[in-house]
């Protein structure tokens, strides 16, 4: 069966135009979540293999997501206030990296489902710039608000059903710290330096 996006068949490896540096730049927001294999972390379709079924799947089962509507409330819901709110009040802090990971995930999973076509899948990537810009000035920043946040998160479902569902904290850890090491050249954050978002946009 061949893909409605991409006229490929859906076993067939995705082969999308190369990112500009800000396009590279919003979608590796994503890149904390992004750990397996499967995952495509330098174009906007976030598959390495064409699977709209399964973009579809994990909305629905991570994030009770079935249409555009319900996608659009719950990005909504992320850029302005998501995890982080309740940490506000707790800590008097607001680390939004987590959100704007998770918010970047879902939007590139949307396109993926067919929710959300290219041009409006951007627009609200580019949504993210300006609080992400003024919380952050470099991807180190970024990856320690994220950590910091998902760390609370865990220790808020133990003991709960959900204490086994997400990956250990140290698998995270390990995600980021190879994220961050200059020498690893496939990292999309040694690719798209955190300062291009600052400076005209242009081809890789």
Same mark, same amino acid.
């Given at each position: &069966?061949?893909?409605?996006?991409?006229?490929? !068949?859906?076993?067939?490896?995705?082969?999308?135009?190369?990112?500009?540096?800000?396009?590279?730049?919003? +979608?590796?927001?994503?890149?904390? +979540?992004?750990?397996?294999?499967?995952?495509?972390?330098?174009?906007?379709?976030?598959?390495?293999?064409?699977?709209?079924?399964?973009?579809?799947?994990?909305?629905?089962?991570?994030?009770?997501?079935?249409? !555009?509507?319900?996608?659009?409330?719950?990005?909504?819901?992320?850029?302005?206030?998501?995890?982080?709110?309740?940490?506000?009040? @707790?800590?008097?802090?607001?680390?939004?990296?987590?959100?704007?990971?998770?918010? /970047?995930?879902?939007?590139?999973?949307?396109?993926?489902?067919?929710?959300?076509?290219?041009?409006?899948?951007? @627009?609200?990537?580019?949504?993210?710039?300006?609080? /992400?810009?003024?919380?952050?000035?470099?991807?180190?920043?970024?990856?320690?608000?994220?950590?910091? +946040?998902?760390?609370?998160? &865990?220790?808020?479902?133990?003991?709960?059903?959900?204490?086994?569902?997400?990956?250990?904290?140290?698998?995270?850890?390990?995600?980021? !710290? /190879?994220?961050?090491?200059?020498?690893?050249?496939?990292?999309?954050?040694?690719?798209?330096?955190?300062? +291009?978002?600052? @400076?005209?946009?242009?081809? !890789?």
């Amino acid at each position: &069966m061949f893909d409605r996006l991409w006229g490929r !068949r859906r076993d067939r490896l995705v082969l999308s135009p190369p990112l500009s540096t800000h396009q590279l730049w919003l +979608v590796s927001l994503s890149a904390p +979540v992004n750990r397996g294999p499967e995952a495509s972390r330098t174009a906007l379709y976030p598959f390495r293999y064409a699977d709209d079924a399964r973009a579809q799947r994990w909305l629905r089962e991570q994030w009770e997501i079935a249409d !555009r509507a319900e996608l659009l409330s719950r990005l909504e819901g992320l850029l302005t206030d998501g995890y982080r709110a309740p940490l506000a009040e @707790r800590f008097r802090i607001e680390p939004i990296a987590w959100d704007v990971a998770l918010y /970047t995930d879902v939007v590139r999973k949307g396109f993926a489902a067919g929710y959300l076509d290219e041009p409006t899948a951007w @627009r609200l990537l580019r949504a993210t710039v300006p609080p /992400t810009t003024a919380a952050y000035d470099s991807w180190r920043a970024f990856a320690d608000d994220y950590l910091l +946040v998902r760390l609370v998160w &865990m220790n808020g479902l133990r003991s709960t059903r959900d204490a086994d569902f997400p990956a250990p904290q140290a698998v995270s850890d390990a995600h980021l !710290r /190879t994220l961050l090491d200059p020498a690893n050249t496939q990292s999309p954050w040694n690719q798209a330096p955190w300062e +291009v978002i600052t @400076r005209p946009d242009r081809p !890789r």
